[in-house]
C-alpha cells in the first residue's frame, strides 16, 4: 500500500464514507492510502468501523469521528445515523 497524507487521508474517507474523522497529527504527516472502493454499510457501528477500517492505517494516531453537532458519537452509534447527522 501507499502513503497519504493525513490531510488527504481525512478527505479520502469524507468523500467515500460520508462520515468526518479527524487524526490527531501533523496535517502533512504521511499514512496508509485509505483505499477502500466501496462504503461501509450504514448497519455498522462507529466501534466495527473504526477497528476494521481506519486504526490499521493510522500506526496507533489518535483520531475521532466528529457528527453533525461537532460531538463525538458513542461507539456503538451506526454510520447511517452518523451520515445524517450532518444534513
Partial sequence: MGKISVLD????????????IRIRAPSSEMVEDYDYS???????????????RIRPLLDGKEFSIIDGSFA???GRTK?????????
Avoid: M, N, Q, W
Fill in 72 to 74: 463525538s458519537p458513542h
Fill in 9 to 20: 487521508f481525512e478527505a479520502k474517507v469524507l468523500e467515500r464514507e460520508e462520515v468526518v
Fill in 38 to 52: 466501496r462504503k461501509a454499510t450504514g448497519s455498522t457501528s462507529i466501534t466495527d468501523f473504526l477497528d476494521t
Fill in 79 to 87: 454510520l447511517d445515523r452518523v451520515r445524517s447527522s450532518y444534513e
